[in-house]
């Protein structure tokens, strides 16, 4: 079910990646048109989300699927997180405007790093305890069948 979801993922960033390259090469003289930014905004969404989740759901960790899959088998997580971060580094850092100078002071871009970072870690923490407490309460109750 893991590989079928994030193949599923995959696929449908994938598309939502064409349909952004499409949209530029049928409407490149119309930027100002709100239908045409309105579509090339969602498809840029789509594409982005559904690739920058791969290589973040198939972490080895206990609350992600990549925990479910390395304890299946290790060889076929680590195709998979090799696939996963391949798409992400072909579609996110092939962006040309990607590279351009950032404005901005660095200290607010750097305040907003260290926050999202702590913000991250925070909801990950929150996950990570309530999945223990739940293995736990769950290996606790008793047998229901009887002797």
Known sequence: MVLLGSGFGLLVALMGWVGYSLIGLVAPGSPGNPVTVFVAEFFSGVTIEGISALPLALLPLLALDGATLFAWKKWVWALS???????????LLTIPAAWGEIDGDFVNWAILFVSSGVLATAVWVINFTIARREKRARSIQPSSTAL
């Open 81 to 91: 997180y090799i696939v996963g971060s391949a798409a992400f580094m072909l579609v």
